[in-house]
């Protein structure tokens, strides 16, 4: 079956960087874009971006450009989120999901939560 | 960017009633929406793509209609496992851009 396992929560201090990662198992990893989104506290979701899994590149979302680096590790169907600087508004919980053929996301990881505090 | 907005942040429904929520997106998205249900503490599922086509293994109670920039995700006889946060979704464009959720509330 498919799955989309993340890692486990973070603490982390301002300042400092965070990576998050997501196994996918199931299916071809590389025949399907990999979407990542952001859940603050007690709100909405947001659009990160995704990555080419067959092509490596990425496309980030305005507000996410600069700080945040999505990347593979295609040999381990892994992705990976990657945020350098981290500040107190980085608190969330952070979704890997797939882009399925129908170009909505159709399987989600579980979510990590990272929280930034000093 | 595409705004995707759900005008009510809550509904209150009873168990077995017919409950519908709207979307409604700033531009023509043609029939590129779908619509996610959020349970508390867990993961969005995906309910509804293309606007109307139900995603594999979802009940049939839940429907979802519109195009253009109008849309409605409805569940024809709500039950109690239906509590949760209701999202619509463009994917006709990037940036995939959500509206702001709708709660339901069961009476």
């Known amino acids: 079956q498919i799955q989309l396992v993340q890692s486990g929560p973070e603490l982390k201090k301002p300042g400092e960087t965070v990576k998050i990662s997501c196994k996918a198992s199931?299916?071809?990893?590389?025949?399907?874009?990999m979407n990542w989104v952001k859940q603050a506290p007690g709100k909405g979701l947001k659009w990160m971006g995704w990555?080419?899994?067959?092509?490596?590149?990425?496309t980030y979302a305005d507000d996410f450009k600069g700080r945040f680096a999505f990347s593979l590790e295609t040999s381990a169907s892994t992705a990976y989120l990657q945020i350098n600087n981290l500040k107190n508004e980085d608190t969330a919980t952070y979704f890997c999901?797939?882009?399925?053929?129908?170009?909505?996301?159709?399987?989600w990881g579980q979510g990590t939560s990272v929280t930034v505090s000093s | 960017d595409i705004v995707m907005t759900q005008s009510h942040k809550f509904m209150s429904t009873s168990i077995g009633d017919r409950v519908s929520i709207t979307c409604k997106a700033s531009?023509?998205?043609?029939?590129?929406v779908a619509w996610y249900q959020q349970k508390p503490g867990q993961s969005p599922n995906l309910l509804i793509y293309?606007?109307?086509y139900r995603y594999t293994g979802v009940p049939d109670r839940f429907t979802g209609s519109g195009s253009g920039t109008d849309f409605t995700f409805t569940i024809s006889s709500v039950q109690a496992e239906d509590l949760a946060v209701y999202y619509c979704?463009?994917?006709?464009?990037?940036?995939?851009?959500f509206g702001g959720g709708t709660k339901l509330e069961i009476k």
């Open positions: 990555i080419n899994t067959y092509t490596g590149e990425p």
């Open positions: 999901a797939r882009t399925g053929v129908t170009r909505a996301m159709d399987y």
């Open positions: 531009q023509d998205v043609s029939t590129a």
């Open positions: 979704q463009q994917h006709y464009s990037t940036p995939w851009t």
């Open positions: 199931g299916y071809t990893f590389t025949n399907y874009g």
């Open positions: 293309s606007a109307s």
